[in-house]
């Protein structure tokens, strides 16, 4: 069974940083791309990241770039999410996705429960 789990999310200040963790399990993602999602309350789910697990090319959401880095340790089969000079703005529930194979697109993807971030002013 796959599994997504997220970890590392908090309340933090504005200017602050975070690092998010996402631990992937149950099958080999090495043809697959890796994303980080967020959705704040009352908005629909916004794309923020992704990274090919294979060769490690990444993408930014322009509303993150420069401020957020995407990586990941094949070894542990883990993908990280390091949030750097946060603002208020950034504050939602931040989701782990994979896509890949059979699953084409990222609404049939593989997803997390999602972890919360909450950003003060």
């Known amino acids: 069974q796959v599994q997504l789990v997220e970890s590392g999310g908090g309340l933090v200040q504005a200017g602050g940083s975070l690092r998010l963790s996402c631990a992937a399990s149950?099958?080999?993602?090495?043809?697959?791309?890796m994303g980080w999602f967020r959705q704040a309350p009352g908005k629909g789910r916004e794309f923020v990241a992704r990274i090919t697990w294979s060769l490690g090319n990444t993408y930014y959401a322009d509303s993150v770039k420069g401020r957020f880095t995407i990586s990941r340790d094949n070894a542990k089969n883990t993908v990280a999410l390091q949030m750097n000079n946060l603002k208020p703005e950034d504050t939602a529930v931040y989701y782990c996705?994979?896509?890949?194979?059979?699953?084409?697109?990222?609404?049939?993807?593989?997803w997390g429960q999602g972890t919360q971030v909450t950003v003060s002013s």
């Open positions: 149950g099958r080999t993602f090495t043809s697959y791309v």
């Open positions: 996705a994979a896509t890949g194979g059979e699953r084409r697109t990222w609404d049939q993807g593989y």
